[in-house]
């Protein structure tokens, strides 16, 4: 089993909403597309579905070309960032509304609902209404929906974007666990790398219409292909400067930090990307950089502390574990991890590959 | 928790009670005065206690136009909602129609109520009137001066024509307001046109059409100025509704006590119908 685009292409008048689009899904996989809003995340998903045609290109299903197919022909479920529900029926009339068109008998769907309903812990409300419900578990009726008839495809829009911190996460913990075992193809959208981080599976990085790369989400995060996908997968943003070679010496561009590295690329001018937590108010790993500081504002979370600072022409931000307390204005030193920085060359291909 | 006791707000809710009496309670309590009396002009009062009241109640007369009354509202919900609702389904939901449907819908909302008798009182008028004359010269003997039938075929028509738009504005704007979503996951269920009318458009208009059946309700239960320039109540009593009748009572002939209690029992049904729909719509709200 397979999804794949080819050339899909999708235009609304005259604007570009998806350019041109080669993507291959595998089966047994769960795929994340991870970009920020108006990216092209849920209009690619419809596409998948069979919701929206694409202007050009082709979709193929299991080796068929799916392309005109109406989606109710095509077996896939879809779950929203809004809880959409059936109002008037119950959780278990809501939870067996996909199977009721398909004409299986009543005892069969009894059971079929009765196990999803028992793996999102809906077994307790069965009888409620929707709007007698949270919203986490309005949002599990509906992922119920999805799951208890056996798609081949299960597209996932954003379904935690409208839930509060704890049963986001909550969630998110199940959500692989709920696919492990299912002949079938998991798409899911989001905004949040963390949430591409936690669920595994594949990535791909969406920006404006475009998918900038696709892979297994580790290597994805770790060797993004160029400065755009590094950029989509990084939050807090990537701190990004220019940079000098020569010899053993780099040295960024709008200040006299410089260090030291046997990376065997060649002379010249070149881009890097340090992730936020790689540059801490402490040293970290065996080959750390100082870079002073001027903060302009810290956040504490507790467990973690973001500082944006300045250091010439630069505005970065740093992520440091505990609670490393700073005042607005403060001059500090910090330390850059320079075996995670990424090396970017002037077309913002990635040129260090470890 | 020690919380000091404060009257002051009281002294801030003085305007509206003052309002309140004026526009409502001043002018009840002289109909409920009237109610219990026989008066002579000059001010001259005699009670009478519930006498006036026991006479509404027994009489034919008010049986007739309370029945009426009954028949027209529920001939009226019955074509207005489906109809409405109907229009609104079909209404353009983007582009230019939209300004377009909305305004052409707004306008007879927008007309005087005895403007809009007087409009279909010449209108229907069977021989130089364009509905009139046209019925007429297909072949139909319609007079709705002389003849009930035509009477309560041309009443029902104008309040079509003048109220069906504010059912279609009602509708339309609760079916605006349900995400695109819904329509996509019904989509992907394989549901059918009258599915998702009956499963997902209809409950989720369900405040709204309340808000439509009880407006529509009171409104042409308490229905007065458009028969009343388009009929005045005739031919004969055909087209005597509740109002009308009650106007004819206290200002024709002048029988003020018994006006009066018929007003406060007219009042009563309309607040004791308005009650008992309403409960039995919300009843599966406000759980959540």
């Not at chain 1, 108010?281 to 973001?306: F, Q, R």
């Not at chain 1, 022409?313 to 700073?326: A, Y």
């Not at chain 2, 004819?248 to 209690?261: E, I, N, T, V, Y």
Request: aromatic share 10%.
């Amino acid at each position: 089993m397979s999804l794949e685009l080819k050339d899909v292409e999708k235009k609304v008048g005259i604007e570009t909403h998806i350019h041109s689009t080669n993507l291959k899904l595998e089966k047994n996989t769960i795929n994340v597309l991870l970009g920020s809003t108006l990216a092209g995340k849920t209009t690619l998903m419809q596409i998948m579905a069979g919701l929206d045609k694409p202007t050009t290109g082709e979709i193929w299903f299991n080796g068929e070309n799916v392309t005109g197919k109406e989606v109710q022909k095509r077996n896939c479920s879809m779950v929203y960032q809004q809880f959409i529900n059936y109002p008037n029926f119950t959780v278990f009339e809501n939870i067996a509304s996909p199977l009721k068109i398909t004409g299986i008998k009543t005892e069969e769907i009894k059971e079929r609902v009765g196990k999803v309903a028992e793996l999102l812990k809906l077994s307790a409300m069965l009888n409620k209404k929707p709007d007698e419900l949270s919203g986490g578990q309005q949002q599990r009726t509906a992922l119920a929906r999805a799951l208890v008839k056996d798609s081949d495809l299960i597209l996932l829009d954003e379904p935690l974007a409208n839930l509060d911190f704890k049963l986001r996460e909550e969630l998110r913990e199940e959500l692989p666990k709920l696919f492990e075992d299912r002949d079938c193809i998991v798409v899911y959208a989001t905004t949040e790398p963390q949430d591409a981080l936690m669920i595994g599976g594949n990535t791909a990085t969406l920006l404006e219409g475009k998918v900038v790369q696709y892979g297994k989400t580790l290597d994805v995060y770790s060797k993004p292909e160029n400065l755009i996908s590094a950029r989509v997968f990084s939050d807090p943003p990537m701190n990004i400067a220019e940079i000098n070679k020569s010899g053993e010496i780099f040295k960024i561009e709008d200040n006299n930090v410089e260090w030291k590295s046997n990376l065997k690329i060649k002379d010249g001018k070149y881009k890097i990307g340090i992730r936020p937590h790689n540059i801490t108010t402490y040293k970290e790993g065996n080959n750390s950089v100082e870079i002073n500081g001027k903060v302009l504002i810290s956040e504490l979370s507790g467990s973690e502390s973001l500082i944006h600072f300045t250091n010439g022409n630069l505005n970065w931000v740093s992520l440091s574990n505990g609670i490393q307390s700073k005042n607005i204005g403060e001059d500090t030193k910090l330390y850059m991890n320079i075996d995670e920085f990424l090396y970017f060359d002037q077309n913002n291909r990635l040129v260090n590959h470890g | 928790m020690n919380k000091t006791l404060n009257q002051k707000a009281w002294f801030f809710v003085i305007p509206v009670f003052v309002l309140v009496a004026f526009n409502a309670a001043v002018p009840l309590m002289t109909v409920v005065n009237y109610s219990f009396q026989e008066t002579f002009g000059s001010n001259v009062f005699a009670w009478e206690g519930t006498r006036w009241f026991k006479e509404i109640l027994h009489s034919e007369r008010f049986h007739a136009s309370l029945g009426r009354q009954v028949i027209f509202t529920f001939i009226i919900l019955l074509i207005q909602l489906p109809l409405g609702i109907g229009i609104a389904l079909t209404m353009p939901k983007k582009g230019w129609g939209v300004p377009v449907c909305l305004i052409l819908m707004s306008m007879p909302l927008l007309i005087p109520w005895n403007v809009v008798g007087a409009m279909w009182n010449i209108f229907a008028l069977p021989d130089i009137g364009f509905l009139g004359n046209s019925l007429n010269s297909i072949g139909f003997d319609y007079n709705f001066t002389q003849q009930s039938g035509d009477a309560w075929f041309t009443t029902i028509l104008m309040d079509v024509w003048h109220w069906t738009s504010l059912v279609v504005l009602l509708s339309y704007a609760g079916l605006n307001s349900i995400q695109p979503a819904y329509y996509q996951a019904a989509e992907i269920d394989g549901a059918s046109r009258w599915d998702i009318f009956r499963y997902i458009e209809l409950p989720k208009m369900k405040k709204v059409l309340t808000l439509a059946i009880l407006l529509r309700f009171m409104d042409s239960f308490m229905i007065y100025t458009e028969p009343f320039v388009l009929t005045g109540g005739g031919p004969g009593n055909a087209t005597n509704f509740l109002s009308l009748d009650l106007v004819k009572m206290a200002l024709g002939q002048f029988d003020l006590g018994p006006a009066a209690a018929m007003s406060l029992i007219y009042f009563l049904i309309v607040l004791l119908i308005c009650w008992i729909f309403y409960t039995i719509m919300m009843k599966d709200e406000g759980r959540a």
